[in-house]
Nanobody, 133 residues
Framework: QVQLMESGGGSVQAGGSLRLSCAVSGSIYSMYLMGWFRQSPGKEREAVAGIYTGSGRSSYADSVKGRFTISQDNAKNTLYLVMNDLKSEDTAMYYC??????????????????????????YGQGTQVTVSS
């Protein structure tokens, strides 16, 4: 069973930075496809970053490209999301996601694969990020 545990959320001022962590039960390499989603009140959950854990190939939503970086530490079985230049619109609950059984087409980006059938993803409990202007 896939278990994901997020940490690292908090309150920061606009322009600040945070690093989110997602501890994975078992080998992060075996997760195959992982990423980060976020959801704010009244809005749908959206994917912000994705990564194929075998190749390290990553992709981002346009709203965070250039500001957020997804990465993994295979030794610690941990997924990260470094968020720089945070804006008030980044305020949301952030969720780690994994889909070990995904079978996307060869050229599909990780973030597209995560959103293709989101109900097949496993999610953590979330960590809150609040950005004040």
């Amino acid at each position: 069973q896939v278990q994901l545990m997020e940490s690292g959320g908090g309150s920061v001022q606009a322009g600040g930075s945070l690093r989110l962590s997602c501890a994975v039960s078992g080998s992060i390499y075996s997760m195959y496809l992982m990423g980060w989603f976020r959801q704010s009140p009244g809005k749908e959950r959206e994917a912000v970053a994705g990564i194929y854990t075998g190749s390290g190939r990553s992709s981002y939503a346009d709203s965070v490209k250039g500001r957020f970086t997804i990465s993994q530490d295979n030794a610690k079985n941990t997924l990260y999301l470094v968020m720089n230049d945070l804006k008030s619109e980044d305020t949301a609950m952030y969720y780690c996601a994994a889909n070990p059984t995904a079978k996307p087409p060869p050229n599909m980006s990780a973030i597209q694969a995560l959103t293709k059938v989101p109900e097949y993803n496993h999610y953590g409990q979330g960590t809150q990020v609040t950005v004040s202007s």
